[in-house]
């Protein structure tokens, strides 16, 4: 009489876990490739939310809607006030309800430091500032990613 044994070689093991091994290893770039992308649609989305908020607000100020101050541009004094909203001008009769412009502030997805609050997370550009000059200033006319990573389509983050 044969017996008959049922179960894997030793063979069979090792190649099925060469071929699981092989299959991992080719996987993990494209893991890293689809995150990166996560991000760089995150932080145009940010900067599209951030950059819209600020002009609903220098429009708001302009038309008389909020109070500007004169000699001022007409943009927020920093990113939390388009959270914390501004009293509506009683001028023009309206409700001294604050006015804001963002639920809160988006941070950037390619900031490393998340104990960091959103807001301090981006360079911010004054309104007078030369185009590319972040640092600080009486107001926040334009932000960026403070991120000197390169994007995926050979742009710097900072650019955008």
Known sequence: ?????RGFTLIELLVTLALVGLAAVVALPFGALIETRAKEAELRTSLRTVRQAL??????ADSGVIDKATGSSGYPSNLDVLVTGVPRSAALGF????????????????????TTPASQTWDI??????????????????????????ALDGTRLSDW
């Open 125 to 150: 550009r004054s309104y007078g500032a030369q185009p590319g000059e972040f640092g600080s200033g009486a107001d926040v006319f334009d932000i960026s990613s403070k991120s000197n990573r390169t």
């Open 55 to 60: 002009d609903n607000y220098k429009a708001a």
């Open 95 to 114: 409700s001294s309800s604050p006015m804001a412009f963002l639920r809160k502030v988006p941070g950037d997805p390619f900031f490393e430091d998340r």
């Open 1 to 5: 009489m044969k017996s008959q044994t």
